[in-house]
């Protein structure tokens, strides 16, 4: 079976802080894609990156980052200079070929002005 | 590709309603699925739905739940007597491509 653990319910931090959000996955399967989601407090998931488990690329968008390591097992998620507008709940998911998504918990960031 | 829209946005419905909740429109896509999220967890799979078949459903999918594509486009997740624990956030999703995923705007139910 399939699972993500986010450790990290809530993180609060102060405008311009980087913050990383930790996500560590499990599955037995050797393919198998990765995601990260932002909730914003309106309620809607926004996607922000896929990757797949052939691509241990890390991968940088704006101030937005990816860490991914299969020898860990982690999907790592870092904010750079950090902005009030970041502030939601970001989900880190799971699925197979062509099934279902598994979320993790969520972590909450907060980002304080 | 046009967006996953979803309706109602918010309802609200006494315990023991039928609810009917909509994901429109759709696209030529094969691949849907319905989640939920009850307030302040995370997000839940109900049902997978491919090629208008369910192909997978969860432990949470029981008899009182039901999903269907009636005109091909709409696809609908049905909620027979409603109880107070299905008060949550409803998304309906597609399948895009190899592997990524569109989700709707989702739809509050809340159950009184």
């Known amino acids: 079976a399939q699972k993500v653990t986010q450790a990290q319910t809530e993180i609060s931090v102060v405008e311009k802080e980087d913050v990383t959000l930790d996500c560590v996955y499990e599955t037995r399967d050797t393919t198998y894609y990765l995601f990260w989601y932002k909730q914003p407090p309106s309620g809607e998931l926004v996607f922000l990156i896929r990757r797949n488990s052939f691509d241990e690329q890390n991968e940088i968008s704006g101030r937005y980052s990816w860490n991914f390591q299969k020898s860990t097992s982690s999907f790592n998620f870092t904010i750079t200079a950090s902005q009030v507008v970041d502030s939601a709940v970001y989900f880190c998911?799971?699925?197979?070929?062509?099934?279902?998504?598994?979320f993790g918990k969520g972590t909450k960031l907060t980002v304080n002005p | 590709e046009p967006e996953v829209t979803q309706t109602p946005s918010h309802q609200v419905t006494q315990m023991g309603q039928e609810v009917i909740l909509r994901c429109v429109p759709i696209?030529?896509?094969?691949?849907f699925y319905w989640y939920r999220q009850i307030l302040g967890q995370k997000v839940e799979f109900l049902v997978s739905?491919?090629?208008?078949?369910?192909?997978?459903k969860s432990e949470i999918f029981d008899d009182q739940f039901s999903v269907e594509r009636p005109d091909g486009s709409n696809f609908t997740l049905k909620i027979r007597s409603t109880k107070l624990e299905d008060s949550a956030m409803y998304f309906c999703?597609?399948?895009?491509?190899?592997?990524?995923?569109?989700f709707g705007s989702g739809t509050r139910l809340t159950v009184v």
């Open positions: 998911a799971l699925s197979l070929r062509s099934e279902k998504l598994v």
């Open positions: 739905f491919y090629n208008n078949e369910i192909s997978e």
């Open positions: 696209s030529n896509h094969l691949y």
């Open positions: 999703a597609r399948r895009d491509g190899s592997y990524g995923y569109t």
